[in-house]
């Protein structure tokens, strides 16, 4: 764990003394509250033995976002005890409950724009953000991310992430600004490890998309058969308070698609430990230049899963806005 980390968890285990100090002092039922601060005080006594944060059984470090979550952790995942397993497994699926709640309908049409996605946790939970905002005539809202980490901290930095920008977008400040805003809260209310890689873009009703890369894979846009890959890009969202980002520019005709995907696309392996690729992606794209967005993203789910196999590695985002013939 490094030294930044460890020091805000000694913070974490300091104030939780204090307020736990105070509470049993005025309790009349403190039994519970002593105990916890027993636990306080042996997590600290680790910290000062250099201990903290490794397994008392294995010697091997505790997961990382587990400790962020309870600073209290003695034990790894593979070695809790019957009762903390299903615990776990409680929290883990009550957090792919809320997740799944979160997610925009998987094929969606509005103005002109049809929207289709496929999204697929690596686990119980996914550190993937995806979400679709219809903005009326503000336009189409669409972000497509990838949160540091993994597991339930992850899903809930995705959750995070998800009611910000839909507050947000609800205040009607243009796409830099709110991508902005968006970075700022994020780095102040997280740990320095966290950020994330996005993409954040407005449809407008006439063809026109904006479209603001923050450190993600580029997006792909599909033309006549042509795929370009939109190299702009900017720092990733949380990774600074003071960060400025740039938006582009661009305009789908009827017919054209934009995919955009996330790096557990482009990183999977197959047996061989040769990785999927762009250049696979590009060539999938072009070669269903006529292919409805679900379509489309059918072919390339099933593309990559015919490379990969069974191996899932990290979690698989892919989504594909299309402009329409028509207005719908």
Known sequence: MSALVNDFMVQQL??????????AAESVHSGRLHSLLDEVDAALARVDSGTYGICELCHEPVESDRII???LVRFCLDHLNREER???ERDLQLAAQVQRGLLPSRDLTCRGWHVSYHYEPAGIVSGDYCDVVDAGERGLYFMVGDVSGKGVAASMLMAHLHAMFRALISVGMSLKCMVEHASRVFSESTLPTHYATLVCGRALDGG???ICNAGHPHPLVARNGRVTPLQSSNLPVGMFCNEEFSVEELFLEPGHHMLIYSDGVSEATDELGDEYGCDRLCGLIAAARSASPPALI????????SFR?????????MFVLGRSARPC
Request: proline share 3%; with cysteine.
């Open 298 to 305: 059918a072919a390339c789910r099933d593309d990559l899963k």
């Open 309 to 317: 196999g069974e191996r899932r590695a990290d979690d698989v985002t």
């Open 69 to 71: 979550a309870d600073p």
């Open 86 to 88: 299903d615990a776990l």
């Open 208 to 210: 026109q998309v904006e």
């Open 14 to 23: 300091l104030v939780r003394k204090q307020r736990l100090e105070h509470a």
